[in-house]
DNA sequence: TTCGTCATGTAATGGGTTACATGATTAC
DNA sequence: GTAATCATGTAACCCATTACATGACGAA
């Protein structure tokens, strides 16, 4: 009856903190700009819209004035349902932001929760960021313990696999090594450019991660 | 009621069809040798197994004469069940390995399908190796074009998880590019030991590709 | 006029986990 | 004696997909 997904909820809770977007577009950015490690469908998506307006979390608005004339017959195409977040939705999904559990960096989540960096306090993305990490050099442990005990018994393939496998662990790592340095790099950023500082930016603008280049004008249709 | 879950099922056959195992045991082989990408638990693998033993791919045995005299006392532990393949099991089994659907290559199969490649015919390999490329090519191009149109929207921590991910798939494609053409080399090698030879090496024991990439003595701290 | 895309939804189904129940054996 | 591991199993639940139902609009 209640739906409550976890990950589903936050990456649209964090979209529309954005903007204000109806289910099918709110869709389409779920699979592409975060979803290259997971795509939604309907069935999830609109139920999903459905237990969080019953929460409180959203809004429903009918469609927006068109500024397009042609548009003007009463909501163009079928009437879409604008979904709005609520002050209650902006205060609940800050608080899931703030969350940093083993549900911040396992697999599944660690994805969307990053996409949402740019709305996350530093220390926050540092837990996150370093949570990920020893989960994954846990992982590498584990694998090589394995492969150490079962190194002759597997075939040419099996074999492959796994160093494969422990390879791409091993990349991320070191991504995430870089990542870390470059939050730590930003963190200590206070010889130069000290007017730019503030104490906490949760709520503030995207501000850019220490070696990535400042961005201009960021303007979200 | 019946529990067919493809993956699972296809994995408990192939890890059978080595040797004879109870479930416990089989878990373990199942979340180790193929585990990297998967982990099942008992509430998965128990009803799996009762639903094959249904169809007649596998049999309940008793637990097989202990050597150890310790544990003579009828069955060491609680009783263990083992399962073995049956004959109509292996001829099910040799007949899934042989399909190159979709099902071969996606996220969710091709690593299974990749750790029984043993025990696959080499032209099947040809195709699993060649569909999962492609499709993971389609996958790049997809996101090339959603970058190319969103690209000024987006702040930095979403653009560097968009590149860490495409990173990601194209570095999985030179793997395959690797493999495919390992492979072919291995096709095409007839001027020596041409004694090795044989038409099909479908059922046979687990050849080696040609030029094998994993080294023996390779070990990365 | 038909196809592709936009747009919203529901019911059935699938495939899996978690938590629980049970109990023997081994190692400390 | 007690904790860890071995060993098998069930029921309740979860999260998501698929297939379906509906329908409007724009372009070929």
């Given at each position: 009856?209640?739906?409550?997904s976890g990950i589903l909820?936050f990456a649209v809770?964090g979209l529309?903190?954005?903007?204000?977007?109806?289910?099918?577009?709110?869709r389409k950015r779920l699979n592409t700009s975060l979803g290259v490690f997971r795509a939604f469908s309907?069935?999830s998506?609109?139920?999903?819209?459905?237990?969080?307006?019953?929460?409180?979390?959203?809004?429903?608005?009918?469609?927006?004035?068109?500024?397009?004339?042609?548009?003007?017959?009463?909501?163009?195409?079928?009437?879409?349902?604008?979904?709005?977040?609520?002050?209650?939705?902006?205060?609940?999904?800050?608080?899931?932001?703030?969350?940093?559990?083993?549900d911040a960096w396992e697999d599944e989540h660690f994805g969307v929760r990053f996409a949402f960096f740019?709305?996350?306090?530093?220390?926050?993305?540092?837990?996150v960021?370093?949570?990920r990490?020893?989960?994954l050099?846990?992982?590498?442990?584990?694998?090589?313990?394995?492969?150490?005990?079962?190194?002759?018994?597997?075939?040419?393939?099996?074999?492959?696999?796994?160093?494969?496998?422990?390879?791409s662990v091993?990349?991320e790592?070191?991504w995430?090594?870089?990542?870390?340095?470059?939050?730590?790099?930003?963190?200590?950023?206070?010889?130069?450019?000290?007017?730019?500082?503030?104490?906490?930016?949760?709520?503030?603008?995207?501000?850019?991660?220490?070696?990535?280049?400042?961005?201009?004008?960021?303007?979200?249709?």
């Open positions: 009856m209640s739906r409550r909820e809770l529309l903190r954005e903007s204000p977007m109806h289910g099918y577009e709110l309907y069935g998506l609109y139920p999903c819209l459905k237990t969080l307006v019953q929460q409180g979390w959203l809004i429903e608005e009918p469609a927006p004035p068109q500024e397009d004339p042609r548009a003007a017959t009463l909501a163009g195409r079928r009437a879409k349902i604008v979904y709005r977040l609520t002050a209650e939705g902006k205060e609940h999904f800050e608080e899931l932001l703030s969350q940093t559990g083993p740019g709305q996350t306090s530093r220390d926050v993305r540092m837990r960021l370093e949570g990490r020893s989960r050099e846990e992982r590498l442990a584990k694998m090589r313990a394995s492969l150490a005990r079962t190194r002759e018994r597997l075939d040419d393939y099996t074999l492959e696999l796994q160093r494969h496998g422990m390879e091993e990349r790592v070191r995430l090594n870089e990542l870390i340095e470059s939050e730590r790099a930003g963190r200590d950023q206070r010889a130069d450019a000290p007017d730019e500082r503030q104490s906490e930016d949760t709520g503030g603008g995207p501000r850019h991660p220490g070696t990535t280049p400042p961005d201009p004008s960021d303007d979200t249709t």
